[in-house]
């Protein structure tokens, strides 16, 4: 791991010479820029030619403006948008035998979704034997066959073989039965087919569909707070299973919801005032039963104890999200923001600390781990070090100012941030560099692929501003040069490759040396969507839906 004293940035080429002046400088652009003077917070926000946002949260975005702000850097062509789903209603609506479901739900349970456990499995295996009995599922309401099926499509895509019942390509069939059982619903919602809907959206987020994950995640959304899962229960508990699983899916929303935000550059749909649900017990599935919920005891291990944490670390992302990324954000000073990311790299830390033995990611060796705490880990390494690199990533584009003078001592706080970024963009890239050694580093789970796409996008912009840290260089190379290995068959992730590949080129030159202008007074910090031209080259990350028509028709870790 990098240490913040390795990263060498001579004289010649210090933040001192890209300027010197006042600590409350502004993170946007020259004040007598014209353009700035319309990004105000009630400015409209700029849109896409196919009416996209684009917040500054996401990776693509930081790219942009790091694209804005460098104009030495050429053009980039970066576009994509939702692929189809490969033979999506070809398929007849035909179970797989039994043994084969076997193996898909225990796919599922073993390898999908690991640290986001919202599903009570004794439970479910009840409803799953019942549609394979003698009956053939009569009494099984919509939602719970659409439950079941989710679980055998996520089954199907983790599978290490692909046939006609397993495989990446193989899980449409499934995906496509969940969906005409919430066709055959009624508008009213159930625990179950809100658990299937949940499903749907990681499914087409591993399936390169983020577009309609993102609607259909919405609708998930106002399902949960119409259900009530985001209120602590002030009823008597008599069935501790939906007590404690009211829980558990309202904190994966609540995780959901973190994350994509993050990803997409999006408002939160979930407010934390309107929030007052509590912490999910320690307890096991089989120690959940319809009368009783025996936690475990001090430091014993707990399936659902990464799930807390992970509601914890969610909690932390979406202070980060709110601190520097909505328009509110422009308003604030340097000073401000500085302490609060101090704050917030101070909670960070705490949450760290606070982990439980057998998910000490800082201590304890992957190897000495079952393969589901490894995954567990995996999720919370990776998240952990997302969340660092969101944090400080911003004062990146703050060196690249050439009209901001700044004093020493935010030259030190701007150097430390650019360590902590490099620490975190390498914790994310020794984590994939073990996943692929084990044999881990697969496109099943997309959230590996973006961290890294995200880590590696931050060393490549990186080594361009200080080429000097030849170190950085070649960690990001390295990732490149793997990433391939874990996403065939993914367009999604074949995409990232390819606007990595291109990033490599174009950051290969350095970045001239800005010139000194004028100290700024104290004013607003811009990191808000509305200060983006989306008509530029870099803009069109997510967003265009012709791109796409030419694609029409193991162990794991990560999310």
């Known amino acids: 791991m990098i240490s913040p004293q390795e990263t060498y940035i001579p004289p010649e080429r ?30 409209p926000l700029q849109e896409d030619q196919y009416g996209h946002l684009h917040g500054g949260a996401s990776e693509f975005a930081f790219l942009h403006f790091a694209k804005q702000k460098l104009s030495s850097l050429p053009s980039m062509s970066i576009d994509f948008c939702d692929y189809p789903l490969t033979g999506s209603g070809s398929s007849p609506c035909v179970l797989p035998p039994k043994a084969i479901a076997d193996e898909l739900i225990r796919n599922y349970f073993d390898f999908g979704l690991s640290t986001s456990r919202f599903v009570h499995q004794p439970s479910f295996r009840e409803s799953y034997e019942q549609l394979y009995g003698v009956n053939a599922g009569v009494g099984l309401d919509h939602g ?32 496509d039965m969940a969906k005409l059982q919430l066709e055959k619903q009624s508008s009213h919602s159930t625990f179950a087919s809100l658990q299937a809907r949940l499903l749907f959206t990681h499914y087409l987020l591993n399936h390169s569909r983020m577009h309609e994950a993102w609607s259909i995640f919405g609708i998930v959304v106002r399902q949960a707070q119409a259900l009530g899962i ?32 993050s990803i997409f550059g999006r408002p939160c749909a979930i407010h934390d005032d309107d929030v007052d649900q509590e912490e999910c017990t320690l307890a096991n599935d089989e120690e959940i039963t319809v009368s009783t919920c025996q936690p475990v005891s001090d430091d014993t291990f707990c399936s659902a104890a990464a799930l807390v944490h992970y509601a914890r670390l969610a909690r932390i992302l979406g202070k980060i999200l709110g601190e520097f990324y909505r328009p509110a954000s422009k308003s604030r000073t340097m000073t401000q923001l500085s302490e609060s990311a101090t704050e917030i790299d101070r909670l960070l830390n705490v949450w760290q600390d606070s982990l439980p033995p057998y998910l000490n990611y800082v201590v304890l060796p992957p190897s000495a ?61 020794n984590e994939c560099n073990y996943l692929y050694q084990r044999g881990l580093f697969t496109r099943a789970f997309w959230m590996v692929n973006y961290v890294q796409f995200a880590a590696v996008g931050t060393l490549y912009m990186h080594s361009h501003l200080w080429p000097e840290a030849t170190h950085v260089r070649d960690i990001a190379e390295e990732a490149r040069a793997q990433f391939p290995v874990g996403v ?58 012709y791109v796409f028509e030419e694609y029409a028709g193991n162990e794991t870790a990560g999310n």
């Open 144 to 175: 719970t066959l659409a439950l079941i099926y989710m679980i055998m499509a996520l089954g199907s895509h983790y599978s290490k073989v692909n046939n006609t019942w397993c495989g990446y390509s193989a899980s449409v069939q499934f995906y």
């Open 488 to 545: 065939e068959g993914d367009f999604v992730g074949q995409r990232y490759v390819e606007m990595l590949d291109e990033l490599s080129k174009v950051t290969s030159s350095p970045a001239p040396i800005p010139q000194q202008s004028f100290e700024t007074p104290d004013m607003a910090v811009d990191f808000d969507v509305s200060t983006l031209d989306l008509t530029m080259p870099w803009s069109n990350l997510f967003f265009d839906p």
């Open 230 to 261: 985001h209120r602590r229960s002030t009823r008597p508990t008599n069935n501790h299973i939906i007590h404690e699983y009211r829980k558990r899916l309202f904190w994966v929303i609540y995780i959901n919801d973190r994350v994509l935000s």
């Open 369 to 429: 781990l079952s393969i589901i705490t490894q995954r567990q880990m995996c999720t919370l390494k990776l998240s952990y070090a997302h969340a660092s690199l969101l944090l400080y990533r911003p004062f990146i584009l703050y060196s690249m100012e050439s009209t901001v003078r700044k004093t020493s001592n935010l030259e030190v706080w701007v150097k430390r941030c650019h360590d902590k970024s490099i620490v975190a963009a390498k914790m994310v890239v």
């Open 14 to 43: 210090g933040l001192s010479q890209i300027t010197d002046g006042g600590f409350d400088a502004p993170l946007g652009l020259d004040q007598d820029d014209e353009s700035t003077q319309e990004d105000t917070p009630n400015a």
